[in-house]
């Protein structure tokens, strides 16, 4: 007997054991890996951007573009560099806000542990669970042994790396319950190009500092070019924009003012496109760019009107996917439970008593760059402020 039954070992539902926990609750914690924590420990490229200093609710993705303002006003960044450094953890701000352990992910992991001792969690490890509801108890089965608490938390994440134990058991379970699934897809991963497009894998490997835009969103960062198609931090960010069918816009020259071609015949009437983009670009990308646009020769023997509409095409690439790596390679996924069916304040179901949900397995996708890793401490606290 438990106060919380929470199923999902990983950011979310260790943040939340340890806050009801510490609350004085009985809580156990359940998860199918061996080990709690998996994708924490592989983040950040092993040293875990653990958040974001500019978090703000527009940088993330849901359908109810409100929905994640409460919690994460309630735990903000600051509230988990609090943590991070009562635990003597060091850490750095790499970019664009994004905060990093000086050392390993493994400290955010034992950090998490070890205030979930504190809070007397208990913690099974390594079994499926089986979960009924009956008389406004949740029961659930772990091999051979049985637990039950008039709350749940579901905190199974989403499907993103399955060879890392993710399962879409999060929408199973909510569809159980009657709750409904906003789609989920695949987010901050890599693009495919097919056809046409494909001749740019000659440039497999080569990367630049690009605008990428899909519809209204945009994103400066560095683009690479792989064998298969387009990645590097621009493209996982449009990525999670992007839909099937859609195309993509790359700038090539962010830095550039408009009339920069035509005003580079009147100063230099000599030089070609080539050499003007080999100036700003890797030579192959450049190269390939000029080729591309098929203006050889120098800039004079070019008309104004052919410069403008290159210019045009440099700020603008158009690219059409013809899918992405999938859930095999992305880092999380859009969509998940509906926000529609939660409270903001708790992540309590409405028609469900006793029944929550957190992390990624909500409809709520911030952007790369320690966003989901917020959402989880946030998401997971303001439940575990409620059971
Ligand atoms: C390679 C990679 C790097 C990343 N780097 C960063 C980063 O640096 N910064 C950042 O903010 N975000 C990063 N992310 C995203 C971040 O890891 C997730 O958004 C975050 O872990 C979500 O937390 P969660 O607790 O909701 O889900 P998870 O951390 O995925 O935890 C879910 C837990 O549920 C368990 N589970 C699944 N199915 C079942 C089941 N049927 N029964 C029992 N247990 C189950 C899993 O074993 C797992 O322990 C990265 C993701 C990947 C894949």
């Not at 009801?20 to 061996?34: M, Y």
């Not at 000599?270 to 100036?279: C, F, H």
Request: hydrophobic share 45%.
């Amino acid at each position: 007997m438990y106060d919380a039954i929470i199923l999902g070992a990983g950011a979310a539902g260790l943040m939340c054991a340890l806050t009801v926990g510490q609350r004085g609750r009985r809580v156990l914690l359940v998860d199918h890996a061996d080990q709690v924590g998996k994708k924490i420990l592989i983040s950040g490229g092993g040293r875990c951007n653990f958040t974001n200093i500019g978090t703000d609710p527009a940088r993330y993705l849901s359908q109810n573009p409100h929905f994640a303002k409460s919690a994460l006003r309630r735990y903000t960044p600051r509230d988990f560099l609090d943590l991070v450094e009562r635990h003597g953890i060091a850490w750095h701000e790499k970019t664009l806000g994004q905060l990093f352990c000086d050392g390993s992910a493994r400290q955010i992991v034992d950090m998490l542990l070890g205030e979930c001792a504190i809070g007397g969690v208990e913690i099974w490890l390594g079994q499926p669970a089986t979960v009924e509801h009956a008389d406004g108890r949740y029961r659930i089965a772990c091999g051979n042994r049985a637990a039950e608490a008039p709350s749940l938390v579901i905190a199974t994440g989403g499907p993103s790396i399955p060879k890392m134990g993710a399962t879409g058991f999060a929408y199973d379970l909510a569809r159980q319950f009657g709750l409904k699934i906003v789609e989920p897809r695949p987010a901050l991963v890599p693009l495919t190009l097919s056809g046409e497009q494909a001749l740019f894998k000659e440039l497999s490997g080569v990367s630049a500092d690009v605008i990428a835009r899909a519809g209204k969103a945009a994103f400066r960062e560095a683009a690479l070019f792989t064998h298969r198609g387009l990645s590097g931090p621009a493209i996982l960010q449009i990525s999670s924009y992007w839909r099937h069918g859609e195309s993509i816009a790359i700038d090539f020259l962010p830095d550039v003012r408009p009339g920069w071609l035509t005003e580079a015949k009147r100063a230099r009437a000599r030089t070609t496109l080539r050499k003007l983009l080999g100036e700003a670009l890797p030579d192959r990308l450049a190269s390939e760019l000029a080729e591309q646009l098929a203006l050889t020769g120098e800039l004079h023997s070019h008309s104004d009107k052919a410069l403008l509409a290159a210019e045009q095409r440099l700020a603008a690439w158009s690219f059409t996917p013809n899918g992405t790596e999938g859930y095999a390679k992305a880092e999380v996924t859009v969509g998940g439970i509906s926000t529609a069916e939660l409270s903001s304040q708790t992540m309590e179901a409405r028609k469900v008593p006793g029944l929550y949900a957190i992390g990624e397995a909500v409809d709520v996708t911030g952007w790369l760059g320690g966003y989901n890793f917020q959402w989880a401490w946030a998401s997971g606290w303001a439940a575990g402020q409620a059971l």
